[in-house]
């Protein structure tokens, strides 16, 4: 399964130790999966990273991560994570970026969320740009002009893409009267 851009949200990024079974994160990604930012900081055990998993989809992480140790590669996995009642589907997704002797070592990755909820903030994507397009006129910088017009185009046409798609969704009613 691959998410695409309208189906998922990036929570943050996380380096693995393989050797030492530590998860090391920032404090957006350790508040959102529910740590405190110390423990991102100094890493956690994957067993205890493991605890916040649904108890379905454990047999699935404790799979792909024996495989990574063993092999690399890449890591891609769909989870979901449990908080109190809440349950969170998330995507991790990691590559090996360093072996020692044909062993992988460590690995960078990033999680996202996946779902309904998760779709990123177009608007504020929108508000971003406008705010890069405002700062390369002000400059005069011609190729970065264009660079951010052909984003906010881009940008433009996938919310207008976006929309469409969900006016098909909804059924069309007519009133007799």
Not at 136 to 149: I, K, W
Request: with cysteine; net charge negative; charged share 25%.
């Amino acid at each position: 399964m691959t998410a695409d851009f309208h189906s998922s949200r990036y929570l943050g990024s996380f380096r693995w130790l393989v050797s030492k079974r530590l998860l090391i994160f920032g404090e957006e990604l350790a508040s959102a999966i529910g740590f405190e930012t110390s423990q991102g900081r100094t890493g956690i055990d994957l067993a205890l990273f493991a605890t916040i998993l649904h108890p379905d989809d454990q047999p699935a992480f404790v799979a792909a991560t024996e495989r990574a140790s063993y092999f690399g590669g890449k890591v891609d996995v769909v989870l979901r994570l449990v908080g109190g009642e809440d349950v969170a589907t998330v995507r991790i997704i990691a590559s090996c970026v360093n072996a020692r002797r044909g062993r992988p070592a460590e690995f960078l990755g990033a999680l996202h969320l996946l779902g309904e909820n998760a779709l990123p903030p177009l608007a504020e994507m929108a508000d971003h740009l406008c705010a890069a397009a405002r700062i390369v006129r002000a400059l005069d910088e011609r190729p970065l002009q264009r660079l951010v017009d052909m984003a906010l185009v881009e940008l433009g046409g996938r919310m207008a893409n976006l929309e469409q798609e969900r006016q098909r969704e909804l059924a069309a009613l007519a009133v007799v009267g």
